[in-house]
């Protein structure tokens, strides 16, 4: 099952973490830590192996990938031993990494990146191609009355004037060019009442937002203890201090507020009320690739004694979030081989701010993937 994944911001630090863990995986020289789908529980056979993925992508940037993945090397992202023993396979990549298009419309700029998909499917005689945004935060859009209707978009696309953002005019190229499409960022994507209908009516799966690597990660286990416990949660902020280019992106407020909104959901949907309290997101460059979280809750127990819990969370965002584009791009490819169609709802386990009507405790939201896979096939010895 070669399976394709083509990343928008092929030249990031999570998309080059992510070819090169897989690529180390590959050849015998890195464990699979971190990828959840090689859990003993999730192990199945309908699903392509890390080894059968093949990586191509658009960005903006013009570093190659084995510069960048020195680079990581140096900041102590990556192993640099790792980094020199997969260079030449990291060119090949490079190969397939191509610029974003540019063109006078939106749909000239859509049908730009189709082609490049198409290209990079037949070029590799893959069984189909899953397109992983893994770029910048963007804002929320405005509305727009085209948003709502298929047809009304594919006619302003046409016009001179923008009406999708990038990360809804990426997954719009993707859905038709019969692509599968993943959001790993808090951006639109294909979050549209158009681009739902697009999804529908060419028979694809999509999925998103906005990954779950860190502070709401420990969110979505804590939360449902309090809901558990009957504990009333009075207050709960946390402040986020993040360097590399996605801190450097949110300083842009309206890029933050998205983010900041998207990690807060997990409290309202998981303890059934808002407590007091925001998320902070602030960007401290010397921090690189690594964030540091700070969460201070405070909570009411019986005869309402007043008590409270803190926690400090310090990770590598690319170590953390490549593992996970790896399994996205694996769970999506079997879902639109198995036939599945629309939002996959069941990849809530992997998201701050998923779609659809789902559980946000981390507890459930294993038990749905679970059950996802062995719905997929029977399980297997993995890859």
Same mark, same amino acid.
């Given at each position: 099952?070669?399976?394709?994944?083509?990343?928008?911001?092929?030249?990031?630090?999570?998309?080059?973490?992510?070819?090169?863990?897989?690529?180390?995986?590959?050849?015998?020289?890195?464990?699979?830590?971190?990828?959840?789908?090689?859990?003993?529980?999730?192990?199945?056979?309908?699903?392509? /192996?890390? /080894?059968?993925?093949?990586? /191509?992508?658009?960005?903006?940037?013009?570093?190659?990938?084995? =510069?960048?993945?020195?680079?990581?090397?140096?900041?102590?992202?990556?192993?640099?031993?790792?980094?020199?023993?997969?260079?030449?396979?990291?060119?090949?990549?490079?190969?397939?990494?191509?610029?974003?298009?540019?063109?006078?419309?939106?749909?000239?700029?859509?049908?730009?990146?189709?082609?490049?998909?198409?290209?990079?499917?037949?070029?590799?005689?893959?069984?189909?191609?899953?397109?992983? #945004?893994?770029?910048?935060?963007?804002?929320?859009?405005?509305?727009?009355?085209?948003?709502?209707?298929?047809? *009304?978009?594919?006619?302003?696309?046409? /016009?001179?004037?923008?009406?999708?953002?990038?990360?809804?005019?990426?997954?719009?190229?993707?859905?038709?060019?019969?692509?599968?499409?993943?959001?790993?960022?808090?951006?639109?994507?294909?979050?549209?009442?158009?681009?739902?209908?697009?999804?529908?009516?060419?028979?694809?799966?999509?999925?998103?937002?906005?990954?779950?690597?860190?502070?709401?990660?420990?969110?979505?286990?804590? *939360?449902?203890?309090?809901?558990?416990?009957?504990?009333?949660?009075?207050?709960?902020?946390?402040? #986020?201090?993040?360097? $590399?280019?996605?801190?450097?992106?949110?300083?842009?407020?309206?890029? #933050?507020?998205?983010?900041?909104?998207? =990690? !807060?959901?997990?409290?309202?949907?998981?303890?059934?009320?808002?407590?007091?309290?925001?998320?902070?997101?602030?960007?401290?460059?010397?921090?690189?690739?690594? =964030?540091?979280?700070?969460?201070?809750?405070?909570?009411?127990?019986?005869?309402?004694?007043?008590?409270?819990?803190?926690?400090?969370?310090?990770?590598?965002?690319?170590?953390?979030?490549?593992?996970?584009?790896?399994?996205?791009?694996?769970?999506?490819? *079997?879902?639109?081989?198995? $036939?599945?169609?629309?939002?996959?709802?069941?990849?809530?386990?992997?998201? =701050?701010?998923?779609?659809?009507?789902?559980?946000?405790?981390? *507890?459930? !939201?294993? !038990?749905?993937?679970?059950?996802?896979?062995?719905?997929?096939?029977?399980?297997?010895?993995?890859?």
């Amino acid at each position: 099952m070669r399976t394709g994944v083509w990343l928008l911001g092929a030249r990031g630090s999570v998309a080059v973490t992510s070819v090169l863990g897989a690529l180390a995986v590959r050849a015998g020289l890195a464990e699979p830590t971190g990828c959840v789908l090689e859990t003993p529980g999730l192990r199945s056979d309908a699903l392509p /192996g890390i /080894g059968e993925l093949v990586f /191509g992508g658009h960005d903006i940037s013009s570093i190659p990938l084995e =510069k960048k993945a020195a680079a990581l090397a140096e900041a102590g992202i990556v192993p640099a031993p790792l980094a020199a023993a997969v260079r030449d396979a990291l060119s090949e990549v490079e190969r397939d990494v191509r610029p974003l298009p540019a063109g006078d419309t939106q749909a000239e700029v859509a049908d730009a990146i189709g082609a490049d998909l198409h290209r990079f499917r037949r070029r590799h005689r893959l069984e189909r191609v899953v397109v992983i #945004n893994v770029s910048s935060t963007e804002p929320a859009p405005p509305p727009h009355p085209a948003h709502a209707d298929l047809d *009304a978009l594919r006619a302003a696309l046409d /016009g001179p004037e923008p009406v999708l953002p990038p990360s809804a005019l990426a997954a719009y190229a993707a859905l038709s060019a019969g692509c599968p499409y993943v959001d790993f960022t808090p951006s639109t994507g294909a979050r549209l009442p158009a681009l739902e209908t697009l999804a529908e009516r060419e028979g694809l799966p999509y999925g998103g937002h906005d990954g779950k690597t860190g502070e709401t990660l420990v969110k979505s286990v804590l *939360a449902p203890m309090f809901a558990l416990r009957n504990l009333k949660v009075r207050t709960w902020s946390g402040t #986020n201090l993040l360097g $590399g280019g996605d801190g450097a992106n949110l300083a842009d407020p309206a890029a #933050n507020a998205a983010k900041s909104a998207s =990690k !807060q959901r997990v409290l309202g949907e998981t303890l059934g009320y808002v407590p007091q309290g925001d998320t902070r997101i602030d960007f401290v460059e010397d921090l690189d690739d690594f =964030k540091t979280a700070w969460d201070l809750i405070s909570f009411e127990g019986f005869l309402g004694t007043r008590m409270r819990m803190e926690f400090t969370w310090h990770g590598c965002d690319s170590a953390l979030a490549a593992p996970l584009i790896l399994d996205l791009a694996r769970l999506t490819a *079997a879902a639109h081989r198995a $036939g599945r169609t629309g939002p996959l709802t069941e990849l809530a386990f992997f998201f =701050k701010d998923p779609l659809g009507k789902v559980p946000h405790g981390l *507890a459930e !939201q294993w !038990q749905a993937l679970r059950a996802a896979v062995d719905a997929l096939g029977s399980p297997g010895e993995g890859r």
